[in-house]
């Protein structure tokens, strides 16, 4: 299995309805290791290149609203196959799809406010973590715990 990077963003209905400390804890808890942590008021421009892979889907434009309409808490994190292992965290993307246990499903009820994203493979990663934090905002530490999280 292999240490991958992450990028994780609670979106701004999980600001609005203060959820940062609930969501950000259930990644800490997991044993996941932040790297990087800013609360942005993300750009039209920003929001248009995160989710480039969607334009023109019938969803894009109120996609795009909801990104900016307001502040985002973006992350970065490091774990062992962390990229799939962190969308099994989030659940399904239509939170009534998504199973209990899982922050999707416990948390929203729709598609359009699903709260949180998580990258969806190795390339997207780099590529989202590029295009929300410069290189001196992603920090490199180490962690007395790592030898009880991974062996
Ligand atoms: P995910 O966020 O699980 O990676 P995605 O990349 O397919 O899902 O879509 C990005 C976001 O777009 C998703 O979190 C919510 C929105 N979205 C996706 N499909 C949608 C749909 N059918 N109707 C409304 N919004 C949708
Ligand atoms: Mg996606």
């Known amino acids: 299995s292999c240490v991958e990077r992450t990028f994780i963003a609670l979106k701004p209905d999980a600001i609005q309805r203060g959820l940062v400390g609930d969501i950000i804890n259930r990644f800490e808890r997991k044993g996941f290791h932040l790297l990087g942590l800013k609360f942005v ?33 973006a992350s970065v994190w490091e774990g062992k196959n962390i990229i799939s292992s962190s969308r099994s965290l989030l659940g399904a993307t239509d939170p009534s799809k998504a199973a209990p246990g899982t922050i999707r499903g416990d948390l929203a009820t729709q598609v359009g406010r699903n709260l949180v994203h998580a990258s969806d493979s190795p390339a997207n990663a780099e590529r989202e973590i590029g295009l929300w934090f410069q290189p001196e905002e992603v920090q490199s530490w180490s962690r007395a715990l790592k030898k009880w999280i991974n062996e």
């Open 41 to 73: 008021q993300p750009s039209r421009q920003l929001v248009e290149k995160h989710y480039e892979e969607h334009l023109g889907r019938p969803f894009y434009e109120g996609l795009v609203n909801y990104m900016t309409s307001g502040p985002v808490l």
